[in-house]
């Protein structure tokens, strides 16, 4: 991976299919150019080699790659700077379960299902985000701007700014008003294909969902939250992190994660399983 490729790095439904859009619509050379679910993954792939073009943006702009790897999971770290967005995990865990359940109807039959094996493809949401802006060790090798997929909810103009200046480009404040109304939620769900985009076989189902903070509050059942806070890393930073109330003592961890290469077992259990599935 060359240095000049900023890797644009989430959890699954955290953020950074929108940190695309925002960039996208930021940095095209071609104002009148229409970013959407067509075009997406050809200005910023998902991986090398599938076509990454820089030709639609202005002078400056490095090769963006989304990717949903934990730092420790990364095929290639031959870069200088990447951009990470995280989100509450209980938010993170609903609304995924939702996108699992739009690819494969019935594979898991419900969130409680999905709760107890949603790590298998990119594991534990707290080792996610420990591994990319927690260990000391990614934070001496790389340089990493984080930010939360609430503020940047929040204070999304705020947020972008920060982005270009990390990435040390010259942008004006129209520029990065016009790119956050043509990125905000009533417009990015009106475009067309989101479905072939996000491969959905559910009739109606769009890429943006509610796109809200705290939902899973109220429609994650508890199970789903203790079994999600077993993991020591997720009950961990959840609490550090500001999504958990530590003076609720029913939430209190007890058990802690399996081990390394028993998650790794298990998430291989879990890939045959979903592949095989979509196969018939």
């Not at 109304?181 to 009106?190: A, H, I, P, T």
Request: hydrophobic share 35%.
């Amino acid at each position: 991976m060359s240095k000049d490729v900023v890797p644009i790095v989430s959890f699954p439904k955290s953020g950074n299919t929108w940190v695309r859009f925002l960039l996208a619509n930021l940095l095209k050379k071609d104002q009148d150019l229409a970013v959407d679910f067509e075009n997406i993954n050809h200005m910023m792939p998902t991986s090398l080699g599938r076509g990454e073009s820089v030709e639609h943006f202005i002078e400056g702009t490095p090769l963006f790659v989304k990717s949903h790897s934990s730092y420790y999971d990364m095929l290639y770290r031959d870069f200088d700077k990447a951009i990470y967005i995280y989100r509450d995990g209980f938010d993170a865990l609903y609304s995924y379960w939702h996108f699992t359940d739009a690819q494969s109807p019935g594979l898991y039959p419900n969130v409680e299902v999905f709760s107890k094996c949603y790590w298998s493809y990119c594991g534990h949401w707290g080792r996610h985000l420990y591994s990319w802006i927690v260990d000391e060790k990614t934070k001496k090798s790389h340089k990493v701007l984080a930010f939360s997929y609430e503020r940047l909810m929040g204070e999304t103009t705020a947020v972008l700014r920060e982005v270009a200046d990390f990435l040390c480009i010259d942008v004006s404040e129209e520029r990065i008003a016009r790119a956050v109304q043509l990125s905000d939620k009533k417009n990015m769900k009106k475009m067309s294909g989101s479905k072939d985009f996000m491969k959905s076989r559910k009739k109606g189902f769009h890429f943006v969902r509610s796109a809200n903070k705290g939902e899973a509050k109220e429609m994650l059942p508890e199970s789903c939250k203790r079994k999600f806070l077993n993991n020591s890393l997720n009950y961990e930073l959840m609490t550090k992190f500001g999504y958990l109330d530590v003076s609720n003592q029913s939430y209190r961890n007890k058990k802690g994660g399996g081990t390394p290469i028993f998650d790794r077992i298990l998430r291989r259990f879990y890939n045959v399983k979903f592949r095989l599935y979509r196969f018939f």
